[in-house]
């Protein structure tokens, strides 16, 4: 049995093994990564087996377009290769988009591959005036809406929004700064 909770400091080590293994050191080039780096996630979810070992993570992020209207930047979504045929990674998604429309989220948005995601609701082209702080594959940018309109509002270039991770933001000027005050 695999159970979804909330993501604690305990999962984190798990966590960060899980996405080496799914997406390898290049995951931190990606340009969805800088819309996350040095922030704290929205929403955090883990997948733990019957043994409480990680199995599946996801993440949602906050996100702001270039006129301050919010939406959610979903990702990543990684589940451990024993467990891909359990439906583990589907299980994840619905749990973070239920989430992500209770607490009243108008839409999220992801890079990731069709195939997979339009069976959560996501959509193709209807991200064209958007942009990331990157290059981004265009059919690969995808969203579902949770409120109308609130999609097609979006305009210019998402910039990360939310609240600043300052331990993994900066630890050596914080290091520097405790070390000072001792």
């Not at 695999?2 to 984190?12: G, K, L």
């Not at 293994?21 to 929403?43: I, Q, V, W, Y």
């Not at 599946?56 to 467990?83: E, F, I, Q």
């Not at 933001?169 to 914080?174: G, K, N, V």
């Amino acid at each position: 049995m695999i159970d979804i909770v909330d993501e604690t400091p305990a999962h984190i080590g798990a966590r960060e093994a899980l996405l080496d293994l799914s997406f390898g050191p290049d995951r931190f080039l990606k340009t969805s990564e800088r819309l996350r780096e040095g922030r704290l996630p929205a929403f955090a979810y883990s997948a733990l087996d019957e043994d409480e070992t990680l199995v599946g993570t996801v993440r949602l992020w906050h996100v702001v377009d270039a006129n301050g209207r919010p939406a959610l930047l979903l990702g990543p979504l990684a589940v451990d290769a024993t467990c891909r045929a359990g439906g583990v990674g589907g299980r994840l998604m619905r749990h973070a988009l239920n989430q992500a429309a209770l607490a009243g989220h108008g839409s999220v948005l992801l890079v990731g591959d069709f195939a997979y995601y339009q069976r959560f609701g996501f959509l193709q082209g209807c991200l064209d005036g958007i942009t990331l702080p990157g290059p981004v594959e265009q059919a690969r940018f995808l969203a579902v809406e949770f409120r109308s309109g609130a999609v097609s509002e979006l305009q210019g270039c998402l910039q990360a929004a939310g609240a600043m991770d300052f331990v993994a933001a900066q630890p050596f000027e914080i290091g520097v700064q405790l070390k000072h005050a001792a």
